[in-house]
């Protein structure tokens, strides 16, 4: 049992990682100086939260959705690390 446990955690902080770099670029859309490799990321979560259903959400709207999903991501994979 703890060998699923311990795959469901290096999944889920997988998906955090990836959450994170689009929650990231969802923040650099917000300024028109960041680098264009940010911009290009937020555009990615951008597109991606369309398909979700939300693309009538504002900018910043995105941005702090994400930001809730990826910390409850990460707040789950911390909750179902197996103890020792």
Do not use: C, H
Request: hydrophobic share 60%; no cysteine.
């Amino acid at each position: 049992m703890k060998i699923v446990a311990w795959l469901a955690v290096v999944a889920l902080a997988i998906l955090a990682l990836a959450l994170g770099a689009l929650t990231l670029g969802a923040f650099a859309t917000l300024n028109t100086d960041s680098p264009l490799l940010l911009r290009s990321i937020g555009t990615l979560s951008a597109s991606t939260l369309a398909q979700v259903g939300l693309e009538r959400a504002a900018p910043l709207d995105r941005a702090l959705i994400l930001t809730g999903v990826t910390g409850l991501v990460a707040a789950l994979a911390a909750y179902i690390k197996p103890r020792s």
